[in-house]
T-cell receptor, first 114, second 115 residues
Framework: AQSVTQLDSHVSVSEGTPVLLRCNYSSSYSPSLFWYVQHPNKGLQLLLKYTSAATLVKGINGFEAEFKKSETSFHLTKPSAHMSDAAEYFCVVSPFSGTYKYIFGTGTRLKVLA | GAGVSQTPSNKVTEKGKYVELRCDPISGHTALYWYRQSLGQGPEFLIYFQGTGAADDSGLPNDRFFAVRPEGSVSTLKIQRTERGDSAVYLC?????????????FGPGTRLTVT
């Protein structure tokens, strides 16, 4: 069965410091992996996606993630946090099973301290 | 261009009532998905349409839930005999099949509250 685990439900960082949001996945197939962000009262927005091309993926707003098959991980990073990064982040796996449905992690709430 | 739209944005209903939630996908997107997001959780898959047909409805929790997409565009999620446990945000997403990324574009959601 396919699943995704976000290892931290809450992460707090100071503005200007690095961000690390951790995600591990389980998939029987070669999956597509995504990170989405959800700001309060806003819709889900795609940050970046991995679809079996380059293992280091760059996304919007300075975020990037590295696909590590040996570790089954897809951690999200950003060198320097900004106050506007405060939001809920979801790691998503889309196993290649024919339906392309998303399987979401439980989310990580990022808090950025001034 | 226009994104995915959902109506209503908020719906309050009494236990036992029937509700319909509407999703208008991005024009030209053949795939449409419904998800449910309970408080403090990630969205959970409900049903997937490819064109007019429900290709995967394995996420529907029980037979009170039903969805249609009669013309391959707009979709309606229907919930009969609502229960308080149905309270959640219902998200719709659409995708342009045939791409290499399966990226889904999400609407703002409908917040359903069952009293």
């Amino acid at each position: 069965a396919q699943s995704v685990t976000q290892l931290d439900s809450h992460v707090s960082v100071s503005e200007g410091t690095p961000v690390l949001l951790r995600c591990n996945y389980s998939s029987s197939y070669s999956p597509s992996l995504f990170w989405y962000v959800q700001h309060p009262n806003k819709g889900l927005q795609l940050l970046l996606k991995y679809t079996s091309a380059a293992t280091l993926v760059k996304g919007i707003n300075g975020f990037e993630a590295e696909f590590k098959k040996s570790e089954t991980s897809f951690h999200l990073t950003k060198p320097s946090a900004h106050m506007s990064d405060a939001a809920e982040y979801f790691c998503v796996v889309s196993p290649f099973s024919g339906t392309y449905k998303y399987i979401f992690g439980t989310g990580t709430r990022l808090k950025v301290l001034a | 261009g226009a994104g995915v739209s959902q109506t209503p944005s908020n719906k309050v209903t009494e236990k036992g009532k029937y509700v319909e939630l509407r999703c208008d996908p991005i024009s030209g997107h053949t795939a449409l998905y419904w998800y449910r997001q309970s408080l403090g959780q990630g969205p959970e898959f409900l049903i997937y349409f490819q064109g007019t047909g429900a290709a995967d409805d394995s996420g529907l929790p029980n037979d009170r839930f039903f969805a249609v997409r009669p013309e391959g565009s707009v979709s309606t999620l229907k919930i009969q005999r609502t229960e308080r446990g149905d309270s959640a945000v219902y998200l719709c997403a659409s995708s342009l099949m045939g791409t290499d990324s399966y990226e889904q574009y999400f609407g703002p959601g409908t917040r359903l509250t069952v009293t």
